[in-house]
Structures are given as structure tokens and as C-alpha cells.
């Protein structure tokens, strides 16, 4: 199993998009489910074994950090083997990481409740939802945090308009910065514009570094390089 490029989980050769579900066969765990994309051998990989890894790797390194950084906290767990350049574990990594450092930053939750709830809500949210869906997965988990923070349901006033401005805000953010799509670019935008959003309306301040330098573009084929924000290029200057 590839652990480098944004490539075939199997293989390591590119992946190819279609418009319309197919049916396919997960090549992991045997599934047959329907899907927006293969490898270029035909190999498919489904959301729960492609996160599972991941997921459980996000859960463990909050529930131990002590940081109020939301964006250090999800550095050190995209560097694990187990966090894929692309994927939908970034789903749950993106909430858990703010929910964790609300709570280290004197936010008043239960942490680990807040974790497992964010757990099971992430789970819902499919790969692909930047391009399929017209929203972006980073941006649904930023809103899942905010949601559990502020005690929203369907049924709220105030915090389920909370909850909307954030996701309506990133996701503002995230088109103008453009596609094609890297986890690594809408989380980075995603958790920041969450911490900005919090200090003003939950005046809970949580940090953030100085400077946010993306150390992954090399392992993602698509990377927009000096059109992205966080590329090493434009945070030097040059």
C-alpha cells in the first residue's frame, strides 16, 4: 500500500474522476458500492478503509495533546504514515484538532465526548465532497466543530446561524483560493478561519503559528505551488 504521492492506494498509479457513480469493488476489504473513482488499473479503494488508519491516529494524538495550536496539533498527525496526502480522514482530522485545542484554550466540553461525537458525524461525510457536492469536507468538519461547541441542532436559533456563518465563511475563503482539490490547503484554511471566527464569537482565543509552511506539496501531484498560500515559496518571500 502506497504511503507517497496522491496516487492509487494500491498501485501508486494516478487516479481517474467520472462524472457519475459506477459501481465498483473495494480491492482492500471487497465492497461493492457505488464510486467516483479508480486507478488507472482499475483498482478502488473505499472511504472506510482509505480513513480508517487515519481516523484512529486523529483520535488518539488529541486525546493526549495539551496544545491550544489547532494548526500544530493537525501538522503533527498529517505527518503520521497513516494520513494520506487526499482523503476523507481529513473530514474528522479538521474538527478534532479545533475541538482539542477549544479545550486546551479553556473552552468548556467534554473533550472526549466532543471527540467521539465528531467521530461519528465525520464518518457521513464522503471523499470527494469538494467536487461532488459543492461543498468541502474541511469546511463540514470546521462546521461540525462549531456545532458541537455551541450546542446546536436543527432546532436552534442562534447557534445553528453560528454554526452556518463559519462553513459559509471558509467555504468563501476556499473558492476564492480555487481548485484542483488538497486536503492540506482547505484544512490549513478551514481550522484558521475557525480560530478567527471563535475569539469573535465564543471569546475563547485559541493560538496559531506565525507563518503556516505546507510540508507535504511534494507528496501531492496537483499541488498549486506558488498559487497556494501556504507553499514554501511564498511564505519566504521569493
Not at 30 to 54: F, I, L, M, N, W
Not at 130 to 155: E, H, L, N, Q, R
Not at 164 to 179: E, Q
Not at 202 to 213: A, D, N, S
Amino acid at each position: 500500500m502506497s504511503i507517497g504521492l496522491a496516487v492509487c492506494l494500491v498501485c501508486g498509479n494516478s487516479l481517474d474522476y467520472f462524472e457519475e457513480a459506477q459501481e465498483v469493488t473495494c480491492h482492500i476489504c471487497g465492497k461493492k458500492e457505488t464510486g467516483h473513482s479508480v486507478c488507472s488499473s482499475g483498482h478502488y479503494v473505499c472511504d472506510e478503509c482509505h480513513r480508517a488508519g487515519g481516523v484512529e491516529q486523529t483520535m488518539s494524538y488529541c486525546r493526549a495533546s495539551d496544545s491550544k495550536d489547532p494548526i500544530g496539533i493537525a501538522m503533527k498527525i498529517m505527518d503520521d504514515k497513516s494520513i494520506f496526502p487526499n482523503g476523507p480522514e481529513h473530514h474528522t482530522l479538521v474538527g478534532a484538532a479545533l475541538l482539542t485545542a477549544y479545550s486546551n484554550a479553556g473552552g468548556e466540553i467534554d473533550l472526549d465526548r466532543a471527540l467521539e461525537e465528531l467521530r461519528a458525524r465525520s464518518l457521513n461525510v464522503p471523499g470527494g465532497t469538494c467536487g461532488f457536492w459543492g461543498t468541502c469536507g474541511a469546511a463540514v468538519s470546521a462546521g461540525m466543530y462549531m456545532s458541537i461547541v455551541s450546542g446546536s441542532t436543527p432546532m436552534s436559533r442562534e447557534p445553528w446561524a453560528q454554526t452556518t456563518r463559519l462553513t459559509a465563511r471558509i467555504l468563501d475563503r476556499l473558492a476564492d483560493l480555487g481548485g484542483p482539490r488538497c486536503c492540506k490547503r482547505t484544512s490549513f484554511t478551514a481550522i484558521k478561519t475557525a480560530v478567527e471566527y471563535t475569539d469573535e464569537v465564543c471569546g475563547v482565543r485559541m493560538e496559531l503559528p506565525e507563518k503556516i509552511v505546507c510540508t507535504h506539496f511534494a507528496r501531492n501531484r496537483e499541488c498549486l505551488r506558488a498559487d497556494c498560500p501556504y507553499f514554501p515559496s511564498r511564505q519566504s518571500g521569493k
